[in-house]
C-alpha cells in the first residue's frame, strides 16, 4: 500500500467565496493569486511561476493569510 503524500495545499483548489466571507469572486484561490501576482510583475508569467512555486509547499492557513494579507479590498 503506497502512502498518500498531499503536495499542495487543499485552499488552493478552493472558491474564493466559498473560503472568505468577505469575497464574492468565485475564481479558485490558485487563479486569484496567480492573477494578483501577474498584475504585481507586469504580466511576467515566468516571474509568476517562480512566485507562486513557494506557495505549493504552504499549509492551507499560510496560504489563507496571504490571501487575507494580499487579495483582501
Known amino acids: 500500500m503506497a502512502d498518500y503524500k498531499q503536495t499542495e495545499p487543499e ?12 469575497s464574492e469572486d468565485k475564481d479558485v484561490i490558485r487563479d486569484a493569486i496567480w492573477d ?16 507562486m512555486k513557494p506557495m505549493l509547499d504552504m499549509t492551507d492557513d499560510q496560504i489563507k ?6 487579495l483582501k479590498k
Open 11 to 22: 485552499v488552493l483548489n478552493l472558491r474564493m467565496n466559498e473560503v472568505f466571507d468577505w
Open 36 to 51: 494578483h501576482i501577474m498584475e504585481a510583475n507586469d504580466r511576467d508569467t515566468i516571474k509568476t511561476e517562480e512566485a
Open 65 to 70: 493569510d496571504y490571501v487575507e494579507k494580499n
